[in-house]
């Protein structure tokens, strides 16, 4: 159908991306950002946002103190967290290339270090008191934060508009880029969300109206609606020219920061392909809490996960050699 794929942002496109053929076209896409109470970073008179769990460390203290935080972070135990948290380290989480040269055959996060460096720093927070459990899942923290208790909390920006509605003008909801682990950490954000496919049933009508459907929902009218009824990333380049998605940004610049954070990052670290990854992610979020709850140290939690996905990994590969 000659359709200009250079229309679809570029970070986008990468992750869906294998030998420069575009697999599935990206629909529903996020990307992890931090909010923040504005009201008590104002009044702990913290003028400059964290970069980093380092930098939430160094003020956690002053948002109890002088704040009026009752938590510094609610921070839910979640493992797509887990791998931006790589990925803002500059590090793989698999091998082969992340698994996008050739298929992986087991995690790198171990080798590379990766994974004790995020576990440490989430472990120090938990220690000081200033990053309780809240809970697994991308959505446990959020609850803390939209009632006023956390100063912080990370979330997609899919939640955003969520956020906005249940926080109602109680206090200012700031939104940052998602955190490194330490201020000096190079890496970048993947995305996250969903694509669409099309079933090949051979019978060409049906296929041209999956097709013109497609386009429907990646046009930049439905991606500039669908961006400011959620949150979710217009995934279209010419969405941004919408006055919808302009009107949008000018009453809530909440959502600009998840546009130039994709901007910021670069295709380099557009994440892992991974064949096992919703059972690798239960036990990365598993043996997180059990971390936490004291229950092992981060050397043994690192390994467990290690030793957990790697099993898991090589009977996927020897089923679908």
Do not use: C
Not at 232 to 248: C, G, I, L, R, S
Not at 293 to 317: L, R
Request: proline share 3%; net charge negative; aromatic share 10%.
């Amino acid at each position: 159908d000659s359709y200009d794929v250079s229309e679809i942002e570029p970070n986008l496109a990468a992750y869906y991306t294998i030998d420069n053929e575009l697999y599935s076209m990206p629909f529903n896409s996020s990307t992890p950002i931090m909010y923040y109470n504005k009201d008590m970073f104002n009044k702990a008179g913290i003028t400059e946002v964290p970069d980093s769990l380092e930098g939430i460390g160094e003020i956690g203290q002053e948002l109890l103190d002088k704040g009026g935080a009752g938590e510094v972070m609610s921070l839910g135990i979640y493992g797509w967290f887990f791998e931006q948290f790589i990925g803002k380290q500059g590090l793989e989480y698999a091998n082969n290339g992340n698994g996008r040269k050739e298929a992986a055959t087991a995690v790198a996060f171990d080798e590379n270090g990766a994974a004790k460096n995020i576990l440490t720093a989430w472990k120090d927070l938990n220690d000081k008191g200033f990053a309780p459990i809240v809970g697994k899942g991308g959505d446990a923290g959020l609850a803390d934060f939209s009632a006023g208790k956390s100063a912080i909390t990370l979330g997609s920006t899919a939640s955003l508009k969520q956020i906005l509605q249940d926080v109602n003008g109680k206090f200012e909801v700031g939104t940052a880029y998602f955190p490194k682990i330490k201020s000096s950490d190079e890496g970048g954000v993947s995305i996250g969300g969903a694509s669409l496919w099309a079933l090949n049933n051979n019978d060409p009508k049906k296929l041209r109206a999956t097709w013109e459907f497609v386009k429907f929902l990646i046009s930049p009218e439905s991606q500039a609606y669908w961006n400011a009824q959620t949150g979710y990333f217009p995934v279209t380049v010419k969405a941004q020219d919408e006055q919808v998605f302009k009107d949008n940004v000018e009453k809530y610049p909440q959502f600009q920061t998840a546009i130039d954070q994709l901007h910021d990052s670069s295709a380099d670290y557009v994440g892992a392909l991974l064949s096992v990854f919703p059972g690798a992610r239960a036990t990365v979020e598993s043996e997180i809490e059990s971390m936490l709850n004291g229950k092992e140290d981060v050397d043994t939690a690192v390994k467990n996960m290690a030793d957990s996905i790697n099993k898991s990994i090589e009977e996927y590969n020897l089923v679908n050699e």
